[in-house]
């Protein structure tokens, strides 16, 4: 219903969102490899081998050997990075660009890297719980974006974020309004349509861990809801000492000076 665009939130404390922009880079990366620069047969082995399938994970099924990539609890996490195509990819990246940034500011670097990965694993296990025999394997980076956009929902809900609403209209509203509604339609969706092609499940999975997560996660002092203004690390306060005698000002008042029109 509403496409993030840009928010005036800046950083406190970190100079770049080095996580943010990386993992930006890594996903873009990996559609390049496995998807734009790939044949048909090596993408579909790729999402196979890659992709997070409930039906293995929980012995349901099993791989054949040639397709297992990796170990399938490592699929808990690469899943994340692959993505169906472009308008895919861009959508997840965007979300995370607008809103990215400031978690990461929030957690530090490492827990931030860490927060993502452990919201992607719990929006796998969510969907795997929601379809526990599905063979169909899950992608894409929504779970995890669905954390960062929890977090951001608990720490920055009064900051003014321009929205293009139904796709068509740009407004600024508070990140209230929006990531509110956006995250209830989440759970919403999850009741209502629980077997479309749209994981509701990752998504919901990745909603609680990051609610959850950033409680423990964010560094000290770091408030929730904007209860309070922390001054960036750039600016500090300095004292202001006495005023030498040669250049203190003179007391003397000046003359009234009369301006012309």
Not at 79 to 91: E, I, Q, R, T
Request: hydrophobic residues 55%; charged residues 15%; contains cysteine.
């Amino acid at each position: 219903m509403f496409i993030p665009l840009h928010d005036a939130n800046a950083l406190k404390y970190i100079k770049v969102q080095y996580v943010t922009i990386g993992l930006i880079v890594a996903n873009v990366a990996v559609w390049l490899v496995t998807g734009l620069a790939s044949t048909q047969a090596f993408s579909d082995a790729a999402v196979v081998g890659l992709g997070y399938i409930p039906a293995v994970v929980f012995d349901f099924a099993d791989l054949e050997p040639g397709l297992v990539l990796v170990p399938e609890d490592a699929t808990y996490i690469t899943y994340a990075f692959l993505h169906g195509d472009f308008m895919h990819l861009v959508s997840n990246m965007l979300f995370l660009w607008v809103f990215g940034d400031n978690v990461e500011d929030a957690l530090g670097h490492f827990r931030f890297l860490l927060f993502y990965l452990l919201c992607a694993a719990a929006g796998a296990l969510v969907h795997g719980l929601v379809q526990p025999d599905s063979e169909a394997p899950l992608i894409g980076a929504s779970g995890a974006i669905s954390g960062v956009v929890a977090a951001y929902f608990l720490l920055h809900p009064k900051v003014r974020v321009w929205v293009l609403v139904f796709f068509r209209i740009p407004l600024p509203l508070p990140a209230v309004i929006p990531l509110a509604f956006w995250i209830a339609q989440q759970f919403y969706m999850l009741l209502a349509d629980g077997d479309s092609g749209v994981s509701w499940g990752a998504h919901v999975g990745g909603i609680l861990a990051g609610a959850i997560l950033v409680l423990v996660l964010r560094r000290r002092g770091v408030p929730l809801f904007d209860r309070t203004i922390v001054t960036p690390r750039a600016v500090r306060h300095v004292e202001a000492g006495p005023v030498p005698a040669e250049e203190a000002p003179d007391p003397t008042p000046a003359p009234p000076r009369h301006w012309g029109r």
